[in-house]
């Protein structure tokens, strides 16, 4: 299926300006998955949460890609990458998505970016492909079920009920006010919303994102096996139990 109006080429709507990186295209299980590969030296891979893309980390890639080789996927369904047919955005498949990208482009050594819903994504890759994850840099996010936390049971069961679904697929709820209120230090140009809004410019694009809400609370069983090897991932690592 085709990536924009063409099959692996980069829409005309992505500005140049605030994304001055080549995209590129590689296919993993027969989803279309954009990425950037940016510079030289050990490989990080940044990996994006809900309801982002690759273009979250542009200006840390801008920086650190004169000592490093920064690479940042965007899931299937999201950004400028395509799901294939029978795809169901779970956060189970973004994970194997995520394994199959790392050995499409044969990474080693890599040093894991993760935060929001690439927690969990990210550390289940992880824990699948131990001799390509070497060390992960883990911020706002989490990785075991939130059994009894009313804030996001309460989040979970509103945003990925129907009217939060509805919210999400016709109004583009999530971009229009997570995005903004997740810029706490700045706030957001109208140039930089209009790249995340332009990702998810139709309701079938916006489907993707609706999901992610519920598996909160209906991902229980993914993120009880996450949790439940944490203590692999500290070892490989050297430290405590989490």
């Not at 590689?26 to 891979?45: K, L, S």
């Not at 994006?48 to 690759?54: I, K, M, R, V």
């Not at 990925?160 to 957001?188: D, Q, S, Y």
Request: aromatic share 10%.
């Amino acid at each position: 299926m085709p990536v924009g109006d063409v099959y692996g080429v980069r829409p005309a709507w992505v500005d140049d300006t605030l994304f001055p990186f080549t995209s590129r295209f590689v296919d993993v299980d027969g989803n279309v998955v954009h990425y950037v590969d940016e510079g030289d030296g050990p490989t990080i891979v940044f990996l994006h949460g809900n309801p982002t893309w690759s273009f979250v980390y542009r200006d840390v890639i801008a920086a650190l890609r004169n000592r490093y080789r920064c690479i940042a996927p965007d899931y299937p369904g999201f950004g400028l990458s395509q799901a294939r047919t029978g795809y169901g955005s779970l956060p189970e498949e973004h994970a194997q998505a995520v394994v199959g990208f790392l050995d499409a482009l044969a990474l080693d050594d890599v040093t894991l970016v993760v935060q929001d819903w690439g927690g969990p994504i990210g550390m289940w890759a992880a824990l699948e492909r131990p001799a390509r994850v070497s060390r992960m840099v883990i911020g706002n996010t989490w990785a075991w079920p939130v059994n009894g936390d009313r804030h996001f049971e309460m989040f979970s069961a509103l945003m990925g009920g129907p009217p939060g679904r509805w919210l999400i697929e016709r109004a583009n709820l999530l971009v229009r006010v997570m995005i903004p209120t997740g810029h706490r230090l700045r706030k957001v140009t109208s140039a930089e919303l209009a790249q995340y809004r332009a990702a998810l410019d139709t309701r079938e694009r916006r489907r993707a994102s609706a999901i992610f809400p519920r598996q909160i609370i209906a991902g229980k069983a993914f993120l009880t096996g996450i949790a439940a090897r944490l203590g692999e991932l500290a070892a490989r690592t050297g430290n405590a139990e989490p």
